[in-house]
């Protein structure tokens, strides 16, 4: 294989690594204060779709990445709210999330235009970094630094101390003085914003155009990136580059002359998958997970 | 135990989502109205298009057939304390076993059974290993069952495109033999006795969970693994037993939509008849409160939207996408165990008012 | 040592620190009654006031209402004689007022830094662990409170987890502190620097409010003492006007017997029988050694000790809820080592566990389903594994009715909503009916009135006598005393000795319990 | 306990609540009945058409947009009227045929996509007065149905041969193909450019004296929805020297040409080579006009407005009919119908209307810079293909589409 190979899927990897491990990231965060939000599909759906407007009705690139976010945190708002205040079920109200983007965002684009399809002016999409050997998204970097900030703010800041208290123990962070639900809820706009930015990148950087299934399961791929982390950011950005760099050899090994003499493509592409389990599987020891995970909080 | 009082309490649940149901046809309303569509119209083609005539119905019912099965495949689950959203490859690999037992050219009284019987095999077969990962290695069921649905995916394309395909029709598989198909309920509607499989399927699961020591173990573990062990029920055993007794149910889906599904009694190419089956059993099972009754009415209510959503095509012209994002919001408001409560609170001030 | 805190205000001794009048509380639908009836209560600085009342009597409620934790239904606080309302316990720390829970409000997965940080009211990007770290070191050294800041509060023992959360108020230099139940997890000799502790918080102007239902602890720390039965004050008084036979007969009704007279049983065969046996969980321990314990038929072991010191474990072991690490375990001649809790069942060992709620019922399920959770996959219950409703809920009547549960519907009430003495009432019938030869019955009659825990004992000899063996783990000296024909004390992981129930002596049982080795007389 | 506390006293309210909640079920479902008139609609004067798709749905720019070109302009030019069925799941066709039949206010429905050829069948036997119409399928033989085929395999021909001596004549050996789902239509397409592809590199050596060896990569990425995979298949071709890749995979083509764009920009240029080939419908206008060197088209526009037609006109038949490049049918893209589609990309957003201009400058400009000896060989592989002398394979099902890859290899 030649070096322009091994760059060339470097970067593929780097570009599929930052939607799935940006949602990732932020349903860590969710996860660490006890909630579980099954609906991050639909929240990258909602955001590629902002993304794209916000990106084409202002002109820039850099708002377009705001409103996905503004989007995907009003998302998270309604996430939270159902399953803290309103003592709602979190898988219910997440499958209402997917079902809902499904439906809306594919309305939308029905009404704007050609129905299913929007695409970005090359203008308003976020300007790549160019090294050389390839373009690189400035999306990579900030998700590196998102994957850091992340791991910093839970493990080494007061915040993070309650955040995880209140997924560990809420009783006890209660009876502590930090109010269990606007912790909660704060953790899940958090993650609706980085989940809202992962999908503005997948529209406004990584594809320039959103279509209805513009997402094709990446929100469940994340999820399962969150289970391998065991809440670890870092591990996240880890299981994320695996799950982006195989999707990406797949596709790109599919292509080589002679390879499917070998190996069926079908067979290629279930490289990703095939791989994910096995770094699972074969990880020493099982994850731990907050103890008060996906419980909705009572006082008594 | 039967007083009235106690009567009307045990439909709350029943109550609940219809109040539910009406929010999201409300909001749907007003989203139809942000979008200049007339919501009278449209639900009146909704609900004249799913419940309005026998077709109607038959069609509604023909919805709900799969529905039912994958949505007990969740929801058997849920009763077991796991997660498991694997129904969707379960579904495929229970399809396309179906399907290849015409390879078979067994006689005819007996090629459906075998068909049914193989896809539910092959349905157990895929969710094995989720249920080895999960005791073996510790692997997490909502990661396993993802992948295993991706490796399905693909697992299925092969099959189409390489072995099963139709020699004559490239963009199917071969078709299930005349014998194994089963009977339109109708003539012209989609709807086959696959429903009363499924029907039958709904008590199988009810009498299991609540009338037998293996439902007792199953819920016991669910509820609480720490006293169902101290009891002496094996965890693993449940854990082993819920995946195959789900991975049966999905695989048994799978192979409803190719045995009864008219007209094509094949797989086709991408699996535009199976996709997402397994996904919306989820919600479906969901609605129901993950138990097998309810889920028959939460069936019959997606099966509704999905049947008076073809309707609400052609007059009122209204997009089946609409159909979704009221589906989504029905679903939200499902979630809400308060709503009940804002609802009589919100009644309460307005009369206060008056 | 008369250093005050940095910050805490000074104040003169005497004074009214905190005050409740006509304090009342109820929880309409769950208890009929009120829980707290028209209480008065205060505490001054410099004292340490006990509240002193049986399982039940309401301390912890007025502890959670004085702390913020819980709103009050009627009445007054006044601290330092201005009216408060508390919303939240942070409320009442602000005021100064602090609570120690018994359960332990402590997230596991985090240090004991951490875990005190969780309780701070530091800016939200801070991370102040390096000085908090600091600060509890010399808050350790001040109050001799022994433990590793960095240590995982999951890798603790009981006491020391009771530590952190005596550290976690200390620090916000609370100046009412409340403690329920602190010494329950705790040795004698921990209780005893506990008490030092208290003491010297006290003296530094601190009003302290030490909950207790164990009389030598009363009058070991405190100035004043108020009774409490059945949320009614039964009048406070000062210590030293009192004595231990009036309190008793305030709180109890009556006293306990010393033991317990019975027949003799002889039974020559071993019911349970460990051979250097090391459980689960213990093997790591220093020195760990295998355990031997015989218990023949017709006999009641008490196994005597503070929680945390490996009964749990043993428990686990010989229930086969755990398989134990090395050695065997032999039910009534047969080797049970390594099988499932299954077979342990059906050799006949019946469980009565400690934390009830979490492993001895399953709370979403009903009364009836519940009594049959270790019999329902056994005829008459099942026939080829179809459940007989009609025989079910038969046998549950019976088993309600002769335990006399309170239970409104076999089928439609969910255990959850019982109270836990209704629900260790359940326990008792579902472990006993059978007769099972071999009885492990941990902390048995915690949370039951008087008369259901007289009942209880009288279950268990009746058992003793039909030729049960009765594992009888308890950190209540008393009931042990009082049941049993021989006694064993463990500490940390290892049997301390045995001696005859019957003359007992209760100095050398406290000595073996504190890890002493002084032999038996 | 609080919790308990409050169940019992919101369980002392739901009775209240049931019984209001009856009442307003009953309401509901009241308004509904009076809702509405009668339930079918009147047609409207040209008459009344029913397009049925398949679960691709609107979006993909190609094959199912193309079906709606068609519509639109039948709408604008005949003045009749059409509603567009989509369908969600392929248990969709059936019912959403019989209720557009069983209707009996539809002129005509037509049905978009070889899925629903089985459904097809069974509606046009049960409704023998209902005129209906389906595209890419030609084998069910009803007299109340007009089947349309395309030849995919010719048109892939001529810009296969277009791809390789394109690719030559800049210096690169390969051409690629990034195509979806494996279904026997792509098949068609597969072949036709590889045969298109060996033609080419014949035609090359025969003009330039210089042998000519481009070679293809190919792909199946079993997907017509996830972008991604057309990006990197797109990327891992262009790394192994690709100067052309053809899109046979609906919207992947948006990641194919980003994959071209980002290629081109990293090395500071905008125009190709390396270029995309664009599927169903013209798409030469994407990518500035000057990064989409041609596109394969396949009027599903024309097949889906001619039936319209046909039933205006009174001149309806049932039969097959074969769109290729004999007839306008199938063919490459033209300067005469790139503002036609620069209006349509405007339509769906993907271009905005200001771009035009300067689209079609750009287009000029990369098709004059391409020698003209390559153009008047692409019209004479189109002449030959037109009048039968090339034998353009078609390979239906796996095993013809073997032969085929042996036959032209890689």
Redesign the interface.
């Known amino acids: 294989m030649e070096l322009t190979h091994l760059w060339g899927i470097l970067f593929i990897s780097l570009h599929a690594m930052v939607p799935i491990t940006l949602a990732a990231i932020g349903e860590t965060i969710e996860e660490s204060a006890g909630l579980f939000n099954i609906g991050l599909e639909g929240i990258l759906l909602f955001g590629a779709l902002a993304g794209a407007l916000g990106a084409q009705a202002s002109g820039s690139a850099l708002v377009g990445l705001l409103t996905g976010m503004g989007v995907g945190a009003l998302i998270g708002l309604v996430f939270g709210t159902i399953s803290t205040s309103l003592r709602g079920s979190q898988l219910i109200s997440g499958v209402g999330i997917n079902l809902l983007a499904l439906g809306f965002v594919a309305l939308m684009l029905s009404v704007m235009g050609a129905p299913g399809f929007h695409s970005v002016a090359r203008e308003v999409q976020v300007p790549l970094i160019p090294l050389g050997v390839g373009n690189l998204s400035p999306l990579v970097p900030i998700t590196v630094a998102v994957a850091i900030g992340v791991w910093w703010l839970l493990r080494r800041t007061q915040l993070g101390i309650w955040i995880r208290a209140v997924g560990e123990n809420p009783a006890a962070a209660d009876v502590a003085g930090i109010r269990v639900n606007r912790v909660r809820l704060g953790a899940a706009v958090a993650a609706g914003v980085l989940a809202g930015l992962a999908g503005a990148y997948l529209s406004i950087d990584w594809f320039g155009a959103v279509t209805k299934e513009i997402t094709a399961g990446r929100g469940f791929i994340a999820l399962a990136i969150v289970v391998f982390s065991g809440l670890n950011p870092l591990l996240a950005l880890l299981g994320g580059f695996i799950f982006g760099f195989f999707d990406g050899l797949a596709t790109w090994v599919a292509t080589y002359p002679g390879i499917k003499d070998i190996i069926p493509w079908q067979f290629v592409a279930m490289m990703p998958y095939v791989v994910t389990l096995a770094v699972v599987a074969g990880m020493i020891g099982r994850v731990r997970f907050p103890s008060a995970l996906g419980v909705p909080y009572l006082r008594e | 135990m039967s007083s009235p009082s106690s009567w009307i309490r045990n439909l709350t649940p029943i109550t609940e989502s219809l109040l539910a149901g009406v929010v999201g046809l409300v909001i749907g309303a007003f989203i139809m109205l942000a979008f200049g569509y007339n919501p009278l119209a449209a639900y009146r083609s909704l609900f004249v298009g799913s419940v309005g005539s026998v077709y109607s119905w038959a069609e509604l019912f023909a919805n709900a057939t799969p529905l039912i099965l994958t949505a007990l495949t969740f929801a058997i689950a849920m009763r077991g304390g796991l997660f498991n959203i694997g129904a969707e490859g379960q579904l495929y690999m229970g399809a396309l076993a179906a399907v290849s037992v015409s390879l078979l050219h067994l006689p005819a009284p007996f090629n459906w059974i075998v068909a049914i019987l193989a896809a539910m095999v092959a349905g157990m077969i895929w969710s094995l290993p989720v249920a080895l990962l999960k005791l073996g290695r510790g692997v997490h069921e909502v990661i396993s069952t993802i992948m295993f649905n991706w490796i399905a995916h693909f697992f299925a394309f092969y099959l189409i495109a390489n072995v099963l395909t139709d020699p004559q029709r490239g963009e199917r598989t071969i078709a299930v033999s005349e014998s194994a198909r089963l009977t339109r309920v109708f003539p012209d509607a989609t709807l086959s006795s696959g429903l009363f499989i499924s029907l039958v399927t709904v008590g199988v699961i009810f009498f299991l969970l609540w009338r037998t020591s293996t439902g007792f173990e199953i819920r016991s573990v669910g509820y609480n693994p720490h006293a169902s062990h101290y009891a002496g029920i094996s965890i693993r055993k449940q854990v082993l037993r819920v995946f195959l007794i789900g991975g049966a149910i999905a695989g048994l889906a799978g192979a409803i939509v190719v045995m009864g599904r008219p007209p094509y009694y094949a797989v086709l190419s991408g699996l535009p008849q199976l996709v997402n089956l397994g996904f919306d059993g989820i919600g479906v099972a969901m609605i129901g409160r993950n138990h097998p009754i309810g889920i028959v009415f939460a069936a019959i209510f997606f099966g509704g939207l999905m049947t008076g959503g073809r309707i609400m095509q052609f007059d009122p012209g209204v997009p089946f996408e609409l159909v979704r994002v009221i589906q989504g919001v029905i679903i939200l408001a499902l979630a809400i165990p308060e709503l009940r409560r804002l609802f009589f609170l919100a009644r309460e001030r307005l009369a206060g008012r008056k | 040592m008369k250093t005050r805190s940095d910050s805490g205000p000074v104040l003169d001794k005497g004074d009214v620190l905190l005050e409740a009048r006509g304090l009342s509380k109820g929880f309409p639908g769950v208890w009929e009654h009120l829980i707290l009836d028209q209480l008065d209560f205060d505490v001054r600085s410099g004292e340490v006031h006990t509240l002193l009342g049986e399982n039940g009597a309401g301390k912890t409620v007025i502890a959670n209402i004085l702390s913020g934790y819980y709103e009050k239904t009627e009445g007054e606080i006044r601290v330092k004689g201005k009216l408060v309302h508390f919303r939240s316990p942070r409320e009442g720390l602000a005021h100064g007022i602090a609570m120690v829970h018994q359960e332990l409000m402590l997230v596991p997965a985090f240090t004991v830094a951490e875990n005190i940080m969780v309780g701070l009211d530091a800016p939200l990007f801070s991370y102040g662990i390096a000085g908090v770290e600091k600060r509890i070191q010399r808050l350790v050294e001040r109050y001799g409170l022994q433990v590793d800041p960095k240590a995982r509060v999951e890798d603790l023992s009981a006491g020391q987890q009771q530590r952190v959360e005596i550290l976690k108020v200390l620090f916000h230099e609370p100046e009412v502190l409340l403690l329920d139940e602190p010494t329950s997890l705790l040795t004698p000799s921990e209780a005893d620097q506990l008490f030092v502790v208290l003491r010297a918080m006290a003296d530094d102007g601190k009003g302290i409010v030490f909950i207790s239902h164990k009389m030598r602890e009363v009058f070991a720390v405190s100035d004043r003492v108020t009774v409490l039965k059945l949320g009614k004050t039964q009048g406070t008084c000062q210590i030293a006007e009192t004595n231990e036979d009036e309190l008793t007969r305030r709180t109890f009704g009556e006293t306990v017997p010393d033991y317990m007279e019975r027949p003799e049983v002889a039974h020559e065969e071993l019911a349970l029988n460990t051979i250097e046996m090391v459980p689960s969980g213990l093997e790591k321990k220093p020195n760990s050694q295998g355990i031997s314990l015989k218990i023949r038929c017709g006999e009641i072991m008490g196994l005597a000790g503070v929680s945390g010191n490996g009964q749990t474990e043993l428990i686990e072991a010989v229930t086969g809820l755990v398989p134990p690490a090395s050695g065997e375990v032999w039910i009534l001649n047969a080797d049970m080592t390594g099988r499932t809790p299954k077979e342990f069942i059906e050799r006949g060992v019946a469980h009565i566990p400690e934390r009830r709620r979490e492993i001895g019922i399953v709370e979403q399920m009903h009364v009836a389903e519940n009594v049959v959770l270790k019999d329902y996959r056994k005829t008459p219950f099942s026939k080829n594994t179809v459940l007989r409703h009609q025989q079910i809920s038969s046998h549950a009547e019976k088993i309600v009715e002769k335990f006399n549960a309170l239970v409104p519907d076999l089928w439609q009430t969910e255990c959850r909503i019982l109270s836990g003495g209704n629900i260790q009432r359940l326990i008792l019938g579902r472990e006993t009916w059978r007769k099972p030869p071999v009885i492990i019955a941990s902390h048995p009659t915690e949370g039951l009135d008087a008369k259901a825990i007289r009942h209880t004992w009288e279950l268990f000899l009746a058992l003793r006598a039909e030729g049960s063996a009765v594992l009888l783990v308890s950190e209540d000296l008393d009931e042990i005393m009082s049941l049993s024909d021989r006694i064993a004390v463990m500490f940390e992981g290892k049997i301390m000795g045995i001696v005859d129930g019957k003359g007992a002596d209760r100095e050398i049982l406290g000595h073996w319990m504190a890890g002493g080795t002084a032999s038996a007389a | 306990?609080?919790?308990?506390?409050d169940?019992?006293?919101?369980?002392m309210?739901?009775?209240?609540?049931?019984?209001?909640?009856?009442r307003?079920?009953g309401l509901?479902a009241t308004?509904?009945m009076l809702?509405?008139g009668p339930?079918m609609?009147s047609a409207s004067a040209a008459g009344k058409i029913a397009l049925v798709l398949?679960?691709g749905?609107?979006?993909?720019?190609s094959f199912n947009?193309m079906g709606f070109k068609g519509s639109d302009e039948a709408v604008a030019n005949l003045g009749v009227e059409v509603?567009?069925?989509?369908?969600?799941?392929?248990?969709?066709y059936?019912?959403?045929m019989?209720?557009?039949a069983?209707?009996g206010q539809f002129d005509l429905i037509v049905a978009v996509g070889?899925?629903i050829?089985?459904?097809m069948?069974?509606v046009a036997g049960?409704f023998p007065d209902q005129k209906f119409a389906i595209i890419d399928v030609t084998w069910l033989g009803k007299p109340n149905l007009m089947e349309i085929g395309y030849e995919e395999n010719k048109g892939s021909a001529i810009v296969g041969a277009l791809s390789a001596m394109v690719a030559a004549h800049y210096g690169y050996d390969k051409i690629?193909a990034v195509l979806g789902?494996?279904?026997?239509?792509l098949?068609k397409f597969e072949a036709g450019y590889r045969y298109g592809m060996h033609w080419g590199n014949a035609k090359y050596a025969e003009e330039t004296g210089k042998a000519s060896d481009v070679?293809?990569?190919?792909?199946?990425?079993?997907?017509?929805?996830?972008?991604?995979?057309g990006?990197?298949?797109t990327?891992?071709?262009l790394?192994?020297g690709a100067g052309v890749i053809y899109n046979v995979a609906g919207?992947l083509g948006?990641?194919d040409l980003?994959a071209i764009?980002?290629h081109l920009?990293?090395k500071g240029k905008s125009a190709g080579p390396p270029f995309m080939i664009g599927v169903d419908a013209n798409q030469d206008y994407l990518g500035?006009g000057h990064r989409v060197l041609a596109s394969m088209m396949k009027r599903v526009d024309f097949g889906v407005y001619s039936a319209i037609e046909s039933v205006v006109n009174g001149t309806f038949e049932g039969g097959v009919q074969i769109l290729g490049p004999h007839n306008g049918g199938i063919a490459m893209s033209g300067e005469q119908d790139l503002a036609d589609f620069i209006q349509f990309g405007v339509?769906?957003?993907?271009?905005?209307a200001s771009d035009r201009q300067a689209i079609i400058q750009n287009w000029t400009g990369m098709r004059e810079d391409i020698p003209a000896w390559i153009w008047e060989a692409v019209a004479e592989l189109q002449a030959q293909i037109s009048d039968g002398t090339a034998e353009v394979p078609c390979g239906?099902?796996?095993?013809t589409i073997k032969e085929i890859r042996a036959k032209y290899p890689?």
Do not use: H
């Not at chain 4, 306990?1 to 506390?5: D, E, N, T």
């Not at chain 4, 789902?181 to 239509?185: G, L, S």
């Not at chain 4, 070679?215 to 995979?229: E, P, R, V």
């Open positions: 306990m609080l919790v308990f506390g169940d019992v006293v919101s369980k309210r739901r009775n209240e609540v049931n019984k209001w909640f009856f307003m079920v509901v308004l509904f809702a509405g339930f609609a398949d679960v749905g609107r979006g993909d720019l947009d509603v567009e069925i989509q369908s969600n799941s392929a248990a969709d059936l019912p959403n019989q209720n557009a069983r209707s070889f899925l050829a089985d459904a069948a069974e049960q690629g789902i494996e279904i026997p239509v098949y070679g293809l990569l190919w792909t199946y990425t079993g997907t017509f929805s996830d972008i991604a995979k990006k990197a298949a990327e891992a071709m790394a192994q919207p948006i990641g980003e764009t980002e920009e990293a500035d339509n769906g957003g993907a271009i905005g239906w099902c796996p095993d890689d």
